[in-house]
Each structure stands twice: as structure tokens, then as C-alpha cells.
């Protein structure tokens, strides 16, 4: 008897495991075919007013990792491109010893974009935050978005179920450790399934705040490359 529950119990477990991994698999299957056609390089995005950056950590010193470098510089090279008018640098900065939005913006700057470019979100915690952010807090309705390739699934399909039309461009810009990426994906299986559920079922409430609307009237506008509409 006890040999039979026993395998009942490991049969049910085995069944268990199997259906979380589908889970898991299939939830980021469906962000990654929904995201593919949605790419773009800098030079083949089209002209949006805003590109919105997303945070990747800081060092112990206070500077950005080379996973935000390279966020920030395609931000950069997207506002040189004429393809957007404001960079939306979104982070974390829940305490005072760390402030992702403030290095982010240092690195821009450094690179060349003006202060008046860039718009800074310092309750980007999550990347949900980010994307509900943008449309509830800065008015955005539309954008591009910047990360790695390997973020960039859940981050379209997020934003784009939160009422963001938004396409996607790389942040890739060097070659990095095998073993990184190889947790970012990893990552990426149980964060993917989690943006699923909260953009379906739980809607959950990020920290919101007045409405500091980035542009005040969207028919305007300023630099962009216009022959790329």
C-alpha cells in the first residue's frame, strides 16, 4: 500500500514538473513570436517621439553595468538617428545609495545627449512598472523600446498589453560571457510566465504618482527625421 501512494506521489510530481516547465516554455514562445516581427535595427526603426530605455543594474560604485552602457548608447544613437525626440531613462532607485535613472542620464550626457533630451522614471523597478509608467505617468502612447534581445520579448509584450504600441531595438552592442546569457534566459523563463499572469490576471499596481505628461501636444514635432514617417 505504501509503495503504491508512494508512486502515486511521484507519478503526480513528474506530472506536476511537466506541466510548470510547458508553462514556462510556452510563455516565452508566445512573447518571442509576438516580439519578432516588432524588430528593428537603429537604422530600420521608425520615427517615434520617445524611446523608452530600460535599467540593467549598477556597480557597487554608483556606475552603470556594461548591460546599461549599452542600453544607453543604442538610446543615444537612436536620438542622433533622428528617430525619437526624448530618451525615457527607467530604473531603480528605492534607496538614496543607489540611483539607476541619475547614472543612466550621467552616461547620456557623457555621450552627448542633451539635458533637455532626457526624462528620467526613478520608480522603474520592475519592467512592468516601466511599461505602466510610461502610459499612465508620462503620457506615452506609443514608443520604442531598448534592451538586450534576450529582454525584449516580454518586455514588447507587456508594454504592448498595458496599451503601448511599441517596437523593439536591440541593446546587443558587444559579446557577452556565455555563462551570462545563458542566466538571463534562464531568468527569463519564470519572469516571462509572472508578466503573463500579471498583464491577464492581476494587474497589479506599481508606484504611481502626478501625471508628468512628456509631451504636451503630440502633434509637434521638434528634431525627428520626418521622411521617415
Same mark, same amino acid.
Given at each position: 500500500?505504501?509503495?503504491?501512494?508512494?508512486?502515486?506521489?511521484?507519478?503526480?510530481?513528474?506530472?506536476?514538473?511537466?506541466?510548470?516547465?510547458?508553462?514556462?516554455?510556452?510563455?516565452?514562445?508566445?512573447?518571442?513570436?509576438?516580439?519578432?516581427?516588432?524588430?528593428?535595427?537603429?537604422?530600420?526603426?521608425?520615427?517615434?517621439?520617445?524611446?523608452?530605455?530600460?535599467?540593467?543594474?549598477?556597480?557597487?560604485?554608483?556606475?552603470?553595468?556594461?548591460?546599461?552602457?549599452?542600453?544607453?548608447?543604442?538610446?543615444?544613437?537612436?536620438?542622433?538617428?533622428?528617430?525619437?525626440?526624448?530618451?525615457?531613462?527607467?530604473? @531603480?532607485?528605492?534607496?538614496?545609495?543607489?540611483?539607476?535613472?541619475?547614472?543612466?542620464?550621467?552616461?547620456?550626457?557623457?555621450?552627448?545627449?542633451?539635458?533637455?533630451?532626457?526624462?528620467? @522614471?526613478?520608480?522603474?523597478?520592475?519592467?512592468?512598472?516601466?511599461?505602466?509608467?510610461?502610459?499612465?505617468?508620462?503620457?506615452?502612447?506609443?514608443?520604442?523600446?531598448?534592451?538586450?534581445?534576450?529582454?525584449?520579448?516580454?518586455?514588447?509584450?507587456?508594454?504592448?498589453?498595458?496599451?503601448?504600441?511599441?517596437?523593439?531595438?536591440?541593446?546587443?552592442?558587444?559579446?557577452?560571457?556565455?555563462?551570462?546569457?545563458?542566466?538571463?534566459?534562464?531568468?527569463?523563463?519564470?519572469?516571462?510566465?509572472?508578466?503573463?499572469?500579471?498583464?491577464?490576471?492581476?494587474?497589479?499596481?506599481?508606484?504611481?504618482?502626478?501625471?508628468?505628461?512628456?509631451?504636451?501636444?503630440?502633434?509637434?514635432?521638434?528634431?525627428?527625421?520626418?521622411? @521617415?514617417?
Amino acid at each position: 500500500m505504501l509503495k503504491k501512494l508512494l508512486s502515486l506521489i511521484m507519478r503526480l510530481a513528474a506530472w506536476s514538473a511537466g506541466l510548470g516547465l510547458a508553462a514556462l516554455l510556452l510563455s516565452r514562445l508566445v512573447t518571442a513570436l509576438t516580439a519578432l516581427p516588432r524588430l528593428h535595427t537603429v537604422q530600420s526603426a521608425p520615427v517615434e517621439r520617445a524611446a523608452i530605455v530600460f535599467g540593467a543594474g549598477l556597480w557597487r560604485d554608483g556606475s552603470p553595468t556594461p548591460v546599461l552602457r549599452d542600453r544607453v548608447k543604442t538610446g543615444a544613437d537612436l536620438y542622433f538617428a533622428g528617430k525619437v525626440e526624448k530618451l525615457l531613462l527607467s530604473g @531603480d532607485n528605492s534607496t538614496d545609495a543607489y540611483n539607476e535613472p541619475a547614472a543612466m542620464r550621467q552616461y547620456a550626457l557623457e555621450l552627448g545627449v542633451p539635458d533637455s533630451a532626457i526624462v528620467l @522614471d526613478y520608480a522603474g523597478r520592475r519592467t512592468y512598472d516601466t511599461c505602466y509608467r510610461a502610459k499612465a505617468i508620462f503620457g506615452l502612447d506609443s514608443a520604442i523600446l531598448v534592451t538586450q534581445e534576450f529582454h525584449l520579448p516580454r518586455a514588447l509584450y507587456i508594454c504592448q498589453v498595458l496599451g503601448l504600441e511599441t517596437i523593439g531595438v536591440p541593446a546587443d552592442l558587444r559579446r557577452y560571457p556565455r555563462s551570462a546569457l545563458m542566466w538571463w534566459n534562464l531568468r527569463e523563463l519564470p519572469a516571462t510566465l509572472t508578466a503573463l499572469l500579471e498583464v491577464h490576471i492581476t494587474r497589479p499596481l506599481p508606484i504611481l504618482g502626478k501625471p508628468e505628461p512628456i509631451f504636451q501636444n503630440t502633434s509637434e514635432i521638434s528634431h525627428l527625421n520626418k521622411k @521617415d514617417w
